[in-house]
């Protein structure tokens, strides 16, 4: 994906980028570049590829919650900074907390943050179930299967808020069997499933809430 069909994809989600947000996911995609040569971030570099698979795929949230109106949100195993970093670029709205259990990936992204000039952001370093507070919104993507995922994730969720687990093809992971065991503790209130432009593979919205 060029930055063009990158800037025509995320029109079709309701974003229109502006220069200071495109100046910030190219320096974002140096730095992840440089920093992959160090420690392992992702095993995507090809910068048409990280345009695609990682910028896009952060914002395809964006299909199922209006973030204009979140105030705060959870990124649980951010890694390299995905869907986190993306989404603080295009909402500074939101106060962005990226949790993630090694201590060199944060150092990482507390150099992302401050590279990219973001406020109201900050990588903690911890375990999700570990960590205790809670937020409009936790997101989590390609962390875990869904059951252990809701053990890392549900207890940050705030009374009105939503887990948004991003995911790629869920079938085989979310059988029936398991949506009853969830369904008794929490609540799937819908899947949203569709395909990444061009390249055409599976991707999952699974939102689930706390039961009232």
Known sequence: MTEQEFIDAIKQLGLTPTTQQLQQLEKFY???????????????????????KH??????????????KVNTLCDVGTGAGFPGVVLKIFYPNIKITMVDSLLKRVNYLNEIIKELELK??????????????????????????????????????????????MKGNIEEELTKDVKNRINKKYKITKINKFLLPREKSNRSLVIIENKG
Do not use: C, P
Request: a negative charge; hydrophobic letters at 40%; zero cysteines.
């Open 30 to 52: 140096q730095l992840l570049i440089d920093w992959n040569k160090k420690i392992n971030l992702t095993r995507i570099t090809d910068k048409e590829d990280v345009y695609l």
């Open 55 to 68: 910028f896009y795929d952060s914002l395809t949230i964006i299909k199922e919650i209006d973030l204009s």
């Open 120 to 165: 109201d952001i900050k990588a903690i370093h911890t375990r999700g179930e570990d960590y205790h507070e809670t937020f409009d919104i936790v997101t989590a993507r390609a962390v875990a299967n869904i059951e252990k995922l809701l053990k890392y994730t549900m207890h940050l969720v705030n009374k009105n808020g939503k887990l948004i687990a």
